[in-house]
């Protein structure tokens, strides 16, 4: 048994580990990313266990319901020194069964379990929008922190160019050694503009790693989403309508919908503190002794005993134990009240915050768009220039930084605006770009 428990579990982990390997020979989309996360993070199997928990708590508020039956079997043995027999043995057995026929509470307190059931699938949902919103964040990161790369690296390649220019025209004297050092200072700090951007994308895969739950791999495949200009100034809805359909899905709203609603189940329960509770009960029993000089089957046969009887519970004073119950019952419901409306209002903030970084990120991106273009007009004046003579190294290396100035608030301005806007789109239940 204990060889097929270790087959299937190495089996299991084979199909995992395929299903990574796949993945990665694809490469990782933002959706299979998502799933993977959603599958194998670990708050996300907390919450599934809370939420299985919460179902055991309706059964057993519904198992309230139902009679109790119960036997118990005593077994004594006794000396006594002074006596004839010194010793004796005593037995008996019963069976018992009881059933609270009227108890006030026991209604709400199944409607409230299930309420409890309801709120432990919200805090689920709530674990999920928290992982999906974080792979979008880092996911996002990454694409952009390559395609940074690829523009720091694309700079690195024209100074290398410039770098070897300069050295020939100082080699004719057409230059001083300190432009020429200046150039070579240049190049080695773009050097270095390329390896942070490359920490940083390993930084963010192993982030990404984390979050789904595999091991870390600092190139981890992640396919690459070509956003146009289109899809980075897509149109924009107003935030007010994009929060009225955040209330309707948003499990953190929900839940404190729920919290009213289970608040109201309890002042229920504390109301039925103050009813009558009604039992029926029933038993049936026997015992036996060794001193009798009947045998065990006349004995039990003749102490056979049976019983049937109801009981009422009726709450005079109870120390205001009731009253106060009810009052803190009705006290937690208005908390949970204010609760809600604190919710609302922090989920309108964050779309109101969300919806301002998505405008300004598309007004950064037209003005980010068209310094481009322009700087890339004037840098290229410059160096056409610098390479007859008419210009020195600090004009030619002034225009590339300000030229790369310009891309890097470009790339900065396009990815913010993706985010925000996808972000906005989760939040009205719609689908990523």
């Not at 933002?30 to 928990?53: G, T």
């Not at 009705?330 to 609302?344: G, M, N, P």
């Not at 990120?361 to 003005?367: C, G, H, M, R, S």
């Not at 007009?377 to 310009?406: M, R």
Request: charged share 20%.
């Amino acid at each position: 048994m204990a060889f097929v428990y270790r087959y299937v579990f190495s089996l299991m982990m084979f199909f995992a580990a395929v299903s990574v390997f796949s993945q990665e020979s694809s490469g990782w989309t933002l959706q299979s990313c998502i799933d993977y996360a959603l599958e194998n993070n670990d708050d996300i199997q907390l919450s599934k266990v809370d939420r299985q928990i919460a179902d055991v708590e309706v059964k057993s508020a519904k198992g309230a319901w139902l009679p109790s039956l119960s036997f118990s079997s005593n077994q004594s043995y006794g000396n006594h020194p002074y006596g004839d027999p010194a010793n004796s043995y005593n037995g008996s057995y019963n069976f018992s069964a009881n059933w609270t026929v009227f108890d006030g509470s026991r209604t709400s307190a199944i409607d409230a379990a299930k309420v409890s059931q309801q709120s432990a699938a919200q805090s689920l949902a709530q674990s999920q929008n928290s992982v999906i919103e974080s792979v979008l964040n880092i996911y996002i990161q990454i694409l952009y922190c390559d395609e940074a790369i690829k523009v720091q690296q694309n700079a690195l390649t024209t100074l290398e160019a410039q770098r070897d220019r300069s050295k020939g025209l100082y080699n004719a004297g057409s230059i001083s050694i300190s432009d020429y050092a200046q150039v070579e200072a240049q190049y080695s700090a773009q050097n270095y503009s390329v390896v942070s951007a490359q920490n940083s994308a390993r930084d963010y895969r192993m982030q990404l790693c984390q979050l789904m739950g595999i091991p870390v791999d600092l190139s981890l495949n992640v396919s690459s989403i070509s956003y146009d200009s289109a899809a980075v100034m897509a149109a924009i809805p107003d935030y007010m309508s994009i929060y009225q359909a955040a209330l309707s899905v948003r499990p953190e709203v929900k839940s404190r919908e729920l919290a009213i609603e289970s608040a109201n189940y309890n002042i229920k329960t504390a109301r039925a503190g103050f009813y009558p509770t009604i039992s029926l009960g029933a038993s049936v029993g026997t015992a036996n002794g060794e001193k009798s000089s009947l045998s065990f089957v006349d004995q039990v046969k003749n102490n056979w005993s049976n019983s049937v009887g109801m009981s009422l519970n009726v709450p005079i004073m109870t120390g205001r134990k009731n009253k106060s119950a009810l009052e803190k019952a009705k006290l937690r419901k208005s908390s949970s009240e204010i609760e809600l409306q604190s919710a609302k209002d922090q989920l309108l903030w964050n779309i109101e915050r969300v919806w301002l970084n998505a405008i300004n990120a598309q007004e950064n991106y037209k003005a980010a768009k068209a310094k481009v273009e322009a700087v890339e007009q004037s840098y290229a004046l410059v160096a056409k220039q610098f390479e007859v003579g008419l210009k020195n190294p600090t004009d030619l290396l002034a225009q590339k930084d300000e030229l790369l100035s310009a891309q890097q608030a470009l790339l900065q301005s396009k990815y913010t605006a993706i985010y925000n806007i996808n972000l906005l789109r989760f939040y009205a239940g719609e689908r990523f770009l």
